[in-house]
């Protein structure tokens, strides 16, 4: 059974870079049939889709965040991570990382981390 | 770009049925039959309901449907059970690689 675990720090400084892994288990991110995507949820608000990278590094990121959005993949680790910058409060969020389907034009996530809170403040 | 809107709250009780909204444009919801549903039980993992507006994956009860009519799309949970009051997100393809969230139902069953 596949399984996501999103790890990092649970408090980030204001203007400094938020850094996060999914670990992936039970599976390997290098399926040719997936994308590995992070999602985050601000407190009492909906869901943001941030961007999805594939094994062989291509990305899709939202537009909305894709000036300080890096997602990369490290394949030996069967790992991807997430780097958000210049952060502000608004940034304070759970972030959750899921197994992206739109390899296949399928445009949803099928399985999900448990999702890790990141804290920003000074 | 603006999430989808959905009811912050829905409610029933068990056994009744209880149908959750989820609104966009014709830029996502109305232009592509690709909405999603999503549970989400607080401290849990979210967990994919229905995909393509209509399907249920391996596992998720038949209780569960999901339809569209223009800009408009619904999940209907038959049956309400103790287990499925959570929230509940929708999601939908925006175009340009893009997907585009809702603001969350939180399913109450009294």
């Known amino acids: 059974q596949l399984q996501l675990q999103e790890s990092g720090p649970g408090l980030v400084k204001p203007s400094e870079t938020l850094s996060l892994t999914c670990s992936v288990s039970g599976g390997s991110i290098s399926s040719k049939s997936y994308y590995w995507g992070w999602i985050r949820q601000p407190p009492g608000k909906g869901l943001e889709w941030m961007g999805s990278i594939y094994y062989s590094g291509t990305t899709y990121y939202n537009p909305s965040l894709k000036s300080r959005v890096t997602i990369s993949v490290d394949t030996s680790k069967n790992q991807f991570s997430l780097k958000l910058s210049s952060v502000t409060a608004a940034d304070t969020a759970v972030y959750y990382c899921?197994?992206?389907?739109?390899?296949?034009?399928?445009?949803?996530?099928?399985?999900w981390g448990r999702g890790t809170l990141v804290s920003v403040s000074s | 770009q603006s999430a989808l809107t959905q009811p912050p709250s829905a409610s029933g009780s068990p056994g009744q049925s209880v149908t959750i909204s989820c609104t966009g444009t014709s830029s996502d919801v109305g232009g592509y039959n690709y909405v999603s549903w999503y549970q989400h039980h607080p401290g849990k993992a979210p967990k994919l309901m229905i995909y393509e507006v209509i399907k249920r994956p391996s596992g998720v009860p038949d209780r569960f449907s999901g339809s569209k009519s223009g800009n408009t799309a619904s999940l209907t949970v038959s049956g309400l059970q103790a287990e499925d009051e959570a929230d509940y997100y929708c999601s939908s393809y925006a175009g340009s690689d893009n997907v585009r969230f809702g603001g969350g139902t939180k399913l109450t069953v009294l």
């Open positions: 899921a197994r992206d389907l739109r390899h296949r034009a399928a445009w949803y996530f099928d399985l």
